[in-house]
């Protein structure tokens, strides 16, 4: 998504987020000490799906405004899977009496709903207007990218 990202404020959103997340793999380890429990890797259909999605409309769309905003729609789809996976994993460990867990995962959580946010402003302050702008100038591919922002809406749980 870095890669494919050509907004710079877009582009340098998305790199801050890649390094949280490599520091939310290490408050994983951390429960997980806590928690005197063993990591284990495992597939996750849901995730997986998420990102299929997403590679699936990157490479339906040309205009690169329109990709700006078709990334954006599926990052947050992403943000919003790990907050609900998270938001549950906090409730879980403070009903086990495990605060000193809770607050490692919620430092994660909190992570995540500032992203989500980073990107609704994004969205909503250019990227978005950017792209429909994009129709109206090249009337020709209006249906074309009518049709990417459908596909990437699409991708947005309705919330
Ligand atoms: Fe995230």
Same mark, same amino acid.
Not at 104 to 109: G, P, Q, Y
Not at 127 to 136: D, G, L, P, V, Y
């Given at each position: 998504?870095? %890669?494919? $990202?050509?907004?710079?404020? =877009? ?16 408050? =994983? ?10 990591? %284990? ?5 849901? @995730? ?10 990157? /490479? %339906? ?35 086990? /009496? ?10 994660? =959580? ?14 909503? +302050?250019? @990227? ?5 702008? +994009? ?9 074309? $990218? ?14």
């Amino acid at each position: 998504m870095v %890669e494919k $990202a050509s907004d710079a404020e =877009l582009k340098k959103g998305f790199r801050t987020h890649l390094k949280q997340t490599r520091g939310q793999i290490k408050r =994983l380890d951390q429960a997980f000490k806590r928690l005197k429990v063993k990591p %284990e890797g495992t597939k996750c259909p849901a @995730i997986d799906g998420i990102i299929d999605e997403a590679n699936e409309i990157v /490479g %339906e769309i040309d205009d690169k405004m329109v990709l700006n905003a078709a990334l954006i729609a599926a990052a947050q789809a992403v943000e919003h899977y790990e907050i609900t996976r998270y938001g549950t994993l906090v409730a879980w460990a403070k009903l086990l /009496g495990r605060n000193d867990v809770a607050k490692v995962l919620n430092m994660t =959580l909190k992570e995540e709903k500032a992203t989500d946010k980073k990107l609704t402003g994004i969205a909503k +302050r250019k @990227i978005n207007r950017k792209a429909a702008a +994009r129709q109206r100038k090249r009337p020709d591919a209006v249906e074309r $990218a009518e049709n990417s922002m459908l596909v990437a809406a699409s991708g947005i749980p309705a919330v």
